[in-house]
């Protein structure tokens, strides 16, 4: 009977801590999300459903064309992780498509030329997108800028970086820590520094109408 009241005791005291610290972590990232509103500079088109904070700057213009989820609800990094997002000059743009979900620590850098993210594309944490081979500490120099396509339907993995003059392709797969620097063809795998190609992928619209619904049964045969 001892334990039982022990028990009963410090039941209700952990569940008040938890939704204290759920509470403590919303607080913080909705401040957060202030802050670097109020510091953003860019031109924002468009509304997205924010877990972290945005930061935009720069002269240019970024657009979020439908539902757009920015950042993780992880409380390991909603305490320092961001989403930054920079179109340097006026002629530079970002635009992000409907359904597409991007985690933490998301960059992406437009001086000249524009950055395009198609429709239901994944991307993984910390991946970095530039229209140069430019980094995020080198900003002078002249370098030359070539336009970012991600097509729709792309799944790109943690820690990848997609330097200018790119085009992922519908359909393809990037494997996490790769460097792209070419073009990636459809429902393709690519991984590596450079990256590959490593296989390719049957797309889903190749195949009958019972294999969608009974994959599994396939599979076993």
């Known amino acids: 009977m001892k334990s039982r009241l022990i028990q009963v005791a410090v039941k209700p005291m952990r569940t008040w801590q938890k939704c204290l610290l ?3 972590m919303w607080s913080a990232r909705q401040c957060r999300v202030l802050w670097y509103r109020m510091r953003s500079s860019l031109s924002v088109h468009g509304v997205p459903q924010l877990f972290q904070p945005l930061h935009a700057v720069g002269q240019g213009r970024v657009t979020f064309t439908g539902r757009v989820k920015l950042g993780c609800l992880s409380t390991t990094e909603g305490v ?9 000059s006026w002629r530079a ?7 597409t979900s991007i985690d933490s ?3 992406a850098i437009a001086e000249q030329t524009s950055i395009l993210i198609g429709s239901n594309v994944r991307i993984g944490k910390q991946v ?4 140069s081979e430019r980094t995020l500490t080198h900003r002078r120099g002249s370098l030359a800028c070539r336009p970012v396509v991600v097509e729709d339907d792309v799944v790109i993995g943690a820690h990848v970086r997609i330097c200018g003059g790119a085009r992922i392709r519908r359909g393809a797969r990037i494997a996490s820590h790769s460097v792209i620097t070419a073009d990636v063809p459809e429902h ?3 991984a590596g520094h450079p990256a590959r190609l490593i296989c390719h992928i049957r797309p889903q619209s190749w195949l009958p109408r ?6 599994s ?3 076993r045969a």
Not at 93 to 99: E, K, R, T
Not at 210 to 215: I, K, N, S, V
């Open 210 to 215: 019972h294999h969608l619904f009974h994959g």
């Open 80 to 88: 320092s992780a961001k989403t930054y997002i920079e179109a340097r």
């Open 188 to 190: 393709t795998v690519f």
């Open 105 to 107: 620590g998301f960059a």
């Open 22 to 24: 759920r509470w403590t």
């Open 217 to 219: 049964r396939i599979r």
């Open 93 to 99: 743009f970002v635009c992000i498509g409907h359904n």
């Open 128 to 131: 970095h997108i530039f229209d």
